[in-house]
């Protein structure tokens, strides 16, 4: 147990559903990402809050929508995916600046799949 | 632009032998290096870190790697896998500017009694 907790940990979804996913932490940290981990590709960083504040976007396509309404928690808004985007979605947590060691703390992941 | 390299996408060791895991990064700035490692159906653990300091650094589970700064290197090993140690590992490093990491595309460690 990394005191990161996502949820659902599976979602099927149809490319005209909108669904959302969901991770809390439970550690007291200030910072809080998304990452996507696809078959045969590492893992790549989508979005980064800090104190709240979206700091990183790494031009992620706009049927993603993070929203981050306070320390614990973050969501991933999701709506007219595509095939492509079936992927372990990863949440992780982080305290202290950027000189620190800053050490991320991941959930076990909403394993996603768009028919 | 920072990036990581890790040489081997699998590793089939049998039980009780030593293993080496090979990463090797690009960065123009200072980094931090990293090493997790994700068991089937679960998230990323840290295994072990580097900072400051001494360049071999110990982690959890008997993994221990070694930066080397000359050869942008981050290499993991273990002296004695266990079955237990069959996982996806993954080496990863951030810059002291930014907050996000930058992974290796994984290393699968199969161990085989």
């Known amino acids: 147990e990394t005191g990161v907790t996502q949820t659902p940990r599976h979602l099927v979804m149809g490319m005209t559903n909108k669904k959302s996913l969901k991770c809390e932490q439970h550690?007291?940290?200030?910072?809080m990402y998304w990452y996507k981990q696809s078959a045969k590709k590492p893992l790549e960083l989508m979005f980064v809050y800090s104190l709240e504040e979206r700091v990183e976007n790494n031009s992620v396509p706009s049927r993603f929508s993070p929203e981050c309404p306070n320390s614990s928690h973050l969501f991933l808004h999701l709506h007219t995916l595509q095939p492509e985007d079936s992927a372990l979605y990863l949440c992780a947590s982080s305290q202290g600046d950027l000189l620190s060691g800053n050490i991320q703390y991941f959930g076990a992941g909403t394993r996603l799949s768009v028919l | 632009a920072q990036s990581v390299t890790q040489l081997d996408s699998q590793v089939p060791v049998f039980e009780e032998a030593p293993v080496e895991l090979r990463c090797n990064y690009s960065?123009?700035?200072?980094?931090?290096l990293f090493w997790y490692v994700q068991y089937p159906n679960q998230g990323l653990q840290l295994l072990l870190k580097?900072?400051?300091?001494?360049?071999l650094v110990k982690g959890i589970n008997g993994f221990e790697a070694e930066f080397n700064k000359s050869q942008t290197s981050f290499h993991l090993r273990k002296p004695s896998v266990h079955i237990s140690d069959t996982a996806e590992y993954f080496c990863a490093v951030r810059n002291t500017g930014r907050r996000a990491l930058t992974f290796g595309s994984g290393t699968r460690l199969q161990v085989q009694p």
């Open positions: 550690l007291g940290h200030n910072a």
């Open positions: 960065s123009s700035v200072s980094v931090y």
């Open positions: 580097y900072l400051s300091g001494s360049t």
